[in-house]
């Protein structure tokens, strides 16, 4: 099949459509590097004139990608349109990532190979880039219109994730035409289930993007619990996430808490198989407390107000935040292989029960930003002063240039650091000594606080390939120059009877 684009240049492409949707169908190249998505047919040819316009709008006008590798990687974005043989758009084909819908369904889930399935530091790492692409289209006030387990593509393994189906979004102005699709059952606000509000927003976005991320990380979806509002599966779920719509942890109203809250919906058949019991994996000890209270916002004090629903930017930051608490699991026949040092004196796997394997005490690497003290001088202080921020410490544990310089946007990574942010860093435990250190091996000006003695220059230097031992009240200045500083608590961490 010739396809022209509006250039009045072609590309030959597959007669047969690989996927299709209520919009038309999608068809490869035959290079393999690219895919056509070609519209239904539009007859009327005003809506033909202003569906052409938004095609054109987000090609141009609002393309969140240009040359930019980062967003190139985040989204799988118009690039050309389509003029035959019939209107339609030009992306790249998304290869190596998969539906995250695959992993939303217990037998395609299994069908997936153990590198395929992936862990839970690469679910974390692909969530922060999926928050992070949703606040770059926010950002350009367009609205995706259908996010959802569909539209989105990952890799658990290595951390990645790509949004697609983005030629249909709800851009700005009065020639915008209003979204062909309102969204997928389950991920769409529950004012547009309702029917009070005809089109989605911004606002929805966000909705969507809170399932999504909920979803993701705990393998069951906020809403859905064992509350029946109708015999009748088309009305109850129509209720389920409109007008009724509840949050299966509710803290004051447990009516739709589900029945047995351990049995995590994807990875339950596998584990009991092995012979082992799963935690309770609720959100207060799986996530980070500021993640937990940006989801008790979302489904709870926000849910039918869009208005107060918490911005992309805040989940992008919570989960960079959650990011740096990961640690091992010390069960090496554990589906996570990591989790979230949520409780640091008690540290134990919300899966699989393991208490985490510490050497003496554990490091906390608390990340303070300088500000002017008001005497000429400056002081360290809490970015946000609700909730710290803690890298914790393990064997190997990376420090990147990200941590040290805040200037640098955070690309973590969950196998090997990306080439614009390797380790700057590494925190290590010498067994023979018995001490956590902390390897410096780029930082030109890291410096430690030699204390209050008025013949000592404040700041000492801990040159690149040095090591410095890691104890109580440590203060460790990473940049002179746009830097971050590190205060080190040794915590003890403690194993409770069972």
Sequence with gaps: ????????????????????????????SRGGQSI?????????????????????????????????????????????????????????????????????????????????????????????????????????????????????????????????????????????????????????????????????TVESDRHSLAVLLYQWLLFRHPLDGRLVHDPDQAKDDALRYGKRALYCEHPFDRSNRPANMSKM???????????????????????????????????????????????????????????????????????????????????????????????????????KVPVPDGNGGIEFEDEDRRFPHFIVGWRERPIFGWHAYRSLKAVPDSTQPPADSDPVAVVRYDDSAGMWLLENRRLPEMSVDAGSDPDVPQWQPVPSGSYIELRDDLRLLLASQDGRCIEVEMRQVYKTDE
């Design 265 to 367: 919906q994807l990875t339950a058949g596998t584990i009991e198989n092995e012979g082992r019991r799963l935690g309770e994996t609720r959100i207060v000890s799986a996530l980070t407390p500021l993640l937990a209270q940006l989801f008790h916002e979302a489904f709870v004090t926000q849910l039918h107000n869009p208005a107060g629903r918490p911005l992309p930017a805040r989940w992008e930051h919570a989960l960079i935040e959650m990011y740096d608490r990961i640690i091992p699991c010390s069960n090496p026949r554990c589906m996570l292989k990591y989790f979230a040092a949520s409780d640091v004196e008690e540290l134990r796997c919300p899966l699989c029960f393991a208490w985490a394997e510490i050497p003496g005490k554990l490091p906390l690497l608390r990340l």
């Design 1 to 28: 099949m010739q396809v022209t684009f509006a250039d009045g240049s072609s590309e030959d492409y597959e007669d047969t459509a690989f996927s299709r949707g209520a919009q038309g169908g999608v068809y490869r």
């Design 36 to 200: 056509v998505k070609l519209f239904n047919q539009i007859t009327d040819p005003a809506q033909l004139d202003a569906r052409r316009e938004q095609v054109d709008q987000i090609i141009g006008q609002y393309n969140v990608v240009g040359n930019d590798p980062l967003w190139a990687e985040l989204f799988s974005w118009p690039d050309r349109r389509v003029d035959a043989p019939s209107l339609g758009v030009r992306m790249r084909l998304v290869t190596g990532l998969i539906p995250l819908t695959h992993y939303n369904f217990p037998t395609s889930f299994k069908k997936l190979s153990r590198e395929q399935q992936g862990w839970w530091i690469g679910r974390v790492a692909a969530a922060i880039k999926l928050a992070r692409a949703v606040r770059r289209l926010a950002d350009a006030g367009l609205c995706h219109s259908d996010l959802s387990e569909k539209n989105v593509m990952v890799d658990p393994l290595l951390g990645l994730a790509t949004v697609i189906d983005c030629d249909s979004l709800v851009v700005p102005g009065p020639r915008g035409l209003k979204a062909e699709v309102l969204g997928t059952p389950g991920y769409m606000a529950p004012e547009l289930v309702s029917g009070d509000e005809i089109s989605p």
